[in-house]
């Protein structure tokens, strides 16, 4: 369930711009990442800045804010120096939301259902955009498999 190599709720797994192969061109030597506070401010750099690191992938989890869409960006430098950063990736630290309370039956006729449907009480840290519901061949004891 919590594999670290994935982003979701605490964590935020990154892989950015790897450096060009040798022969085209002048070799990379550093890349810098930078990241937002998750709610639009500042971009601090997380490395690479200071000190010429080759690194393309972290997992960032000091100070990850659940629900939070975080801004990231990176530049990569040669022996002439620093290029533009790239365009703008956002990233939010969320996972799936938990299972929500089984629906309640409002009334029924020969015909039609009108369910209550509840939203999860923890989202994941996102928005709930969509619910699924499925139906069992009428036998309690059988996994509801038919999308209605």
């Known amino acids: ?33 930078l990241m937002d506070d998750g709610f639009g401010g500042q971009f601090v750099s997380l490395i690479g800045g200071e000190f010429n ?11 990850i804010v659940k629900g939070g ?30 299972i929500p309370k089984a629906p309640t039956l409002i009334q029924a006729t020969a015909t039609t259902m009108t369910l209550q449907l509840y939203k999860p009480e923890d989202t994941g840290g996102s928005e709930v955009t969509s619910f699924s519901l499925y139906i069992n061949d009428g036998n309690s004891e059988s996994e509801p498999t038919i999308l209605v």
């Open 53 to 63: 690191v080759l690194q393309t992938s972290m997992l960032i989890s000091n100070g």
């Open 1 to 33: 369930m919590n594999d670290p190599s994935v982003t979701n709720e605490s964590r935020i797994k990154v892989t950015y711009g790897v450096p060009l192969p040798s022969g085209r061109g002048s070799s990379i030597i550093s890349v810098e990442l």
């Open 69 to 98: 869409n975080y801004r990231l960006k990176y530049r990569c430098k040669n022996i002439n120096g620093w290029s533009d950063f790239s365009p703008i990736a956002y990233i939010m630290a969320a996972e799936v939301p938990a």
